[in-house]
């Protein structure tokens, strides 16, 4: 990208503001004339444009003048975006004019962040994210607009709370149809589930467990989250500032199981999905469910897969697992380390929850081995804390002004083609802060790496989702040797042992498979069938033609919280940060179709991988 570093250049002015503002007014007049050309001219030569719903129903990043040409010559004049603004003083720094910025459309109402430079002697922009944070006539009631609660007056009809609550769950599935199926009721269900109760859209989340939050009750008792808890926060509803930074598994399992009684959220326990398929006759799903055992069939017009982002356990077929006399499980079924005390055990894998798993075993007084198939990203807690997240998710940022809403926007808003450019510095000055840890780990013998580029944990995370640690401590039982570490892919089992393709003989009574998971679309194809996973393809990933992650350049997660291939079917995951913002997208979809609102949709993503 080509820039002077004076921030006093560009359109001969000095003030940000005035420069912002000049920017945008002709923006604003080119998109409204859906003038592509003229458009595209106020963009650098590099340059990205992230939207998110507000000019392309989709979530869709495009490139380089030519790709702004199209969205505008698509999408401009129907948009009818007007009263672009900025909504605090834009700054300055090292060349780069940065401006938070609101606006309007013809059906809503838009946010975004916008990132001028001087090229050429003129502003233009680098990158911009447009995001639609609300339709209009169909505002949320918070705040200004929030319900009365309270019918004053006298009424011999009166309907308490209690009696319309308890109506509503009753009429729901029988004689009212949910108009969103949410199949999957952890926390991404659950976020998504509270954003379609504000916005009230007809909608229902089903979960085969039999409280909210037993999704993390139930793994393995040493689990915490591992991301700090100003990342971590739901929508509406923030964590008290007492909450501890990292919590622990059953501490959040309460959290979402209050979440969804104080929001209201409609949500069936122990409620299996057996079955689902799509009619165009009547445009509607059918869903064959079995409630507390009891079979029922809704008829959703939207379904969408809240299963968890790493989708399904991916467990080795590896012979002799029928003739092993010990435990052996896949670590997502790992119960915890308390019946294997005095025992050995083999973990196979070495990212996130091997290490959870080995330390916990180890702290049990178990004899542990790690069986370390390929290379992994470790990361020390505090130094990604600081370094990585400092300046966003902190007490650190919150006191800098930067909340959790501005936060996600500032996240967003770097886009994922250049992202890894802003991480690698951060996991350079990570890997100086750590370097004796690095080198006591590396001769133990354990591979390590920090990513094909060297940009780290985010990027293997947003890639491919695995290949990485955030080290809270077990990493260094294996630097000690006090977690044992071998490398090598397993060939078989034996009634009492692990026997890798060297040879190598591990004895065990217990194997852990913490090999992670699979694409989402394989609960699609469990549930609904193999073609219609087919016609939707990978889930996650953004196409980057590193390890784990195939191109073609997508440059958005494939298939998250965005219209796919498969009508009306919809994906919905990740951590607790994605299922808290993009559930407004995913939910703002959902309401517009509801509400009859046209939606075209741009640069509906295509299918290269079928999972």
Known sequence: MTQTLDPAVGSGQADPQARVDAWLS?????????????????????????????????????????GVADLVGSVGARVAASGFATTEPPDAVDGVVTAWIGFDTAVGRGNGLLR???????????????ALYEL???????????????????DKHRVTW????????????????PYVLVVGGGQGGIALGARLRQLGVPSLVIDKHPRPGDQWRNRYKSLCLHDPVWYDHLPYLKFPDNWPVFAPKDKIGDWLESYVTIMEVPYWSSTVAT????????????????????????????????????????????EGVDVFRGDVHHSSAHPGPDAYAGKKAVVIGSNNSSFDICGAL??????????????THIVKSDSLMDIGLGDLYSERALAAGVTTEKADLIFASLPYRILHTFQIPAYEAMAERDKDFYERLEQAGFRHDWGDDGSGLFMKYLRR??????????????????????????????????????????????VVFATGYNSMNGWVADLVDQETADRLGKCWGLGS??????????????????????????????????????????????KARFEGIETPVHRLQEVHHLG
Request: charged residues 25%; proline residues 4%.
């Open 26 to 66: 002709r923006f604003e007049t080119a998109v409204a004339a859906g003038d592509a050309e003229a458009s595209a001219a106020l963009f650098a030569t590099e340059c990205y444009w992230r939207d998110l719903v507000a000019f392309t129903w989709n979530i869709t990043t495009v490139e380089g003048r030519d």
């Open 116 to 130: 001028l430079v001087s090229e050429d002697g003129e502003d233009r922009a680098w990158t911009l994210l447009t």
């Open 136 to 154: 209009k006539g169909h505002e949320e009631p918070r705040g200004t607009h929030r319900p009365m609660g309270a019918q004053h007056g006298a």
């Open 162 to 177: 209690k009696e319309q609550r308890q109506a509503e769950a009753e009429s729901l599935g029988s004689t009212t149809q």
């Open 275 to 318: 079955s689902a398929s799509w009619s165009d006759e009547t445009g509607e799903w059918t869903v064959q469910v079995e409630r507390e055992g009891q079979p029922l069939t809704l008829r959703p017009t939207h379904l969408v897969f809240a299963t968890g982002m790493s989708g399904k356990p991916r467990v080795p077929d590896v």
């Open 362 to 375: 180890w702290e049990n007084d178990v004899d542990v081995t790690m069986v370390q198939r390929s290379s």
């Open 465 to 510: 989702g695995s290949g990485y640690y955030i080290d809270v401590g077990a990493a260094d039982l294996v630097a000690n040797g006090d977690v044992k570490l071998v490398q090598g892919q397993i060939d078989h089992l034996t009634e009492d042992a692990v026997v890798l393709e060297d040879g190598t003989t591990l004895p065990a009574d217990l």
């Open 545 to 590: 033609d590193t390890t784990k992650d195939p191109g073609p350049w997508e440059g958005e997660q494939r298939n998250m919280w965005k219209p796919t291939q498969v009508e009306n079917l919809w994906m919905h995951g990740g951590n607790l940060h994605q299922s808290r913002h993009y559930s407004l997208y995913l939910a703002l979809q959902l």
